[in-house]
């Protein structure tokens, strides 16, 4: 594969990605999402950060492209497994707001606490680890 093409298939995969995620969004929007509006964007602002950063970085380590796709996938497994819902019991929906099941439901929101957990902690890492990287560069380059 060419580097254009890979870029390109960058940027494709990136734009499904934030389709997904908006759909999502739209899709299961609630009295969680709504309450909880502002942290939720402020998480959304620091995945696209500590991602953008990281693919500016130019790193090509094995490491840090596993952990950057793992923080895709736990950013999406969050916003996907999110139960949310309206004013009675019945409404509280996840996935796209599809499933309504109650014994699925509390897996559901397990699984998506857990991926939040795993992602601010991608997050993190990937911030660090491109902070390391880039002094690394400054001290070679004097």
Known sequence: ???????????????????????????????IRAIFLIPMLIHAILFYCSVYAYHRSGIESREMRIAAYFAYGSFLLFNVLLPDGGDTSDSIRFFFGLIHNGGAMNAAQAISMLALAL?????????????KAKRAARKQGR
Request: aromatic share 16%; charged share 5%; net charge positive.
């Open 1 to 31: 594969m060419s580097v254009s093409s890979t870029k390109a298939a960058k940027i494709i995969f990136h734009i499904v990605f934030v389709a997904v995620a908006g759909l999502s969004w739209f899709l299961n929007i609630g009295w």
């Open 119 to 131: 992602n601010l902690f991608l997050i993190i890492y990937l911030l660090v680890q491109t902070r």
